[in-house]
């Protein structure tokens, strides 16, 4: 199974290669549409970057000041990079666009230009793959039917971001690839404008849809209606555990599950037998859901009821 940080590894050392090489490429011919692979190709690094950070800080674990652990550190992370990198790479990008928009025609070669274009896609076509590996594996591990759903309900923040970016970039690069040939074929400089402009928009609708997600799990997500499923089997399964009061769960972090609930159990048990109860739903929710890593059990008696 690849890992989150493998496919985060993976995306910033072909981001950092290949950032270099279309910085140069612009400087030799000016085409904004390969300016707009730069602010890509940067912001992507700054992406992998702080995503790196998030799992430094969210290893952590419980403290004082954080007794539930940091593991949200992740959604924090992930939700920075939308706003702050894809949402200016992609504002960034419109704008070069905009500004290109009527420019004379300049007659260059643009050679290095598709040699680069060309390793960038090699690049992040392997990225991608890679992500591809990694969210196919959370999509049978958790019996997402699709890609889509997956897409909804994964918690693995950082994979969904990095899946995701190397997804667009490779869009990007088609796309800056088209610019360029069609701009050296007619020498209409609004095919480069217009690339740029529409790498600009992917970027943007990127940072708005994984800012959503991520907005979700910061604010405090529940497990999937699956996973609650499960739980109530699960403590519905114990002996003595009468019946389920109530269920709350939320996502600590992306393999960190906090779990509250409530239950009446037989009125016959003496305290003993509610202890051993309790420990027995507790293992029951653990083999369940195995990210449950907070377990918080309430025993109601009838007179409480």
């Given at each position: 199974m690849?890992s989150?940080r493998?496919v985060?590894?993976v995306s910033l050392v072909a981001?950092?290669?290949?950032a270099?090489a279309?910085?140069?490429?612009?400087l030799?011919t000016?085409?904004v549409?390969?300016l707009?692979?730069?602010?890509?190709?940067?912001?992507?690094?700054?992406n992998?970057?702080?995503l790196?950070?998030?799992?430094?800080?969210?290893e952590?674990g419980a403290?004082r000041?954080?007794?539930?652990g940091?593991?949200k550190?992740?959604?924090f992370f992930a939700f920075?990079?939308t706003v702050l990198?894809?949402?200016?790479?992609?504002?960034?990008?419109v704008?070069?666009?905009y500004?290109a928009v009527?420019?004379?025609?300049?007659?260059?070669?643009v050679?290095?230009?598709?040699a680069?274009?060309?390793v960038a896609l090699?690049?992040?076509?392997?990225?991608l793959?890679?992500?591809?590996?990694?969210?196919?594996?959370?999509?049978?591990?958790e019996?997402?039917r699709s890609?889509v759903?997956?897409?909804?309900?994964t918690k693995d923040?950082?994979?969904?971001?990095a899946?995701?970016?190397?997804?667009?970039a490779?869009?990007?690069?088609?796309?800056?690839?088209?610019?360029v040939?069609?701009?050296d074929?007619?020498?209409n400089?609004?095919?480069?404008a217009?690339?740029?402009?529409?790498?600009?928009?992917l970027?943007?609708?990127?940072?708005l849809a994984l800012?959503?997600?991520?907005?979700?799990?910061?604010v405090?997500?529940?497990?999937t209606?699956r996973e609650?499923k499960?739980?109530i089997a699960?403590?519905e399964?114990?002996?003595?555990?009468?019946?389920?009061?109530?269920?709350?769960?939320?996502?600590m972090?992306?393999d960190?599950v906090?779990?509250?609930?409530e239950?009446?159990?037989d009125?016959?048990l003496d305290?003993?037998g509610?202890?051993?109860?309790?420990?027995?739903v507790e293992?029951a929710?653990r083999?369940?859901?195995?990210?449950?890593?907070r377990?918080?059990v309430?025993?109601?008696?009838?007179s409480?009821?």
């Amino acid at each position: 199974m690849v890992s989150t940080r493998l496919v985060v590894y993976v995306s910033l050392v072909a981001s950092a290669a290949i950032a270099v090489a279309k910085f140069l490429a612009y400087l030799l011919t000016g085409n904004v549409s390969m300016l707009s692979q730069v602010y890509y190709s940067l912001s992507d690094v700054g992406n992998q970057l702080l995503l790196l950070l998030g799992f430094r800080f969210s290893e952590r674990g419980a403290s004082r000041k954080h007794p539930f652990g940091r593991g949200k550190e992740q959604f924090f992370f992930a939700f920075v990079v939308t706003v702050l990198l894809f949402g200016i790479a992609g504002f960034a990008s419109v704008r070069e666009g905009y500004a290109a928009v009527g420019q004379p025609f300049v007659d260059v070669d643009v050679t290095v230009n598709y040699a680069v274009l060309g390793v960038a896609l090699v690049f992040e076509s392997a990225a991608l793959y890679k992500s591809y590996q990694a969210i196919d594996a959370e999509k049978e591990s958790e019996r997402f039917r699709s890609f889509v759903k997956t897409f909804r309900h994964t918690k693995d923040t950082p994979l969904l971001t990095a899946a995701t970016e190397n997804l667009v970039a490779v869009i990007g690069v088609i796309v800056a690839i088209l610019g360029v040939y069609l701009t050296d074929a007619t020498g209409n400089t609004t095919y480069d404008a217009a690339a740029s402009v529409i790498i600009g928009l992917l970027l943007m609708g990127l940072a708005l849809a994984l800012a959503w997600e991520s907005r979700s799990l910061i604010v405090g997500e529940a497990v999937t209606p699956r996973e609650r499923k499960k739980l109530i089997a699960a403590v519905e399964s114990v002996g003595g555990a009468d019946e389920l009061l109530d269920l709350r769960t939320m996502h600590m972090g992306p393999d960190s599950v906090l779990v509250a609930c409530e239950i009446s159990f037989d009125p016959d048990l003496d305290t003993a037998g509610v202890e051993a109860a309790i420990d027995d739903v507790e293992a029951a929710i653990r083999e369940a859901v195995p990210e449950a890593n907070r377990i918080y059990v309430e025993a109601e008696s009838e007179s409480e009821r």
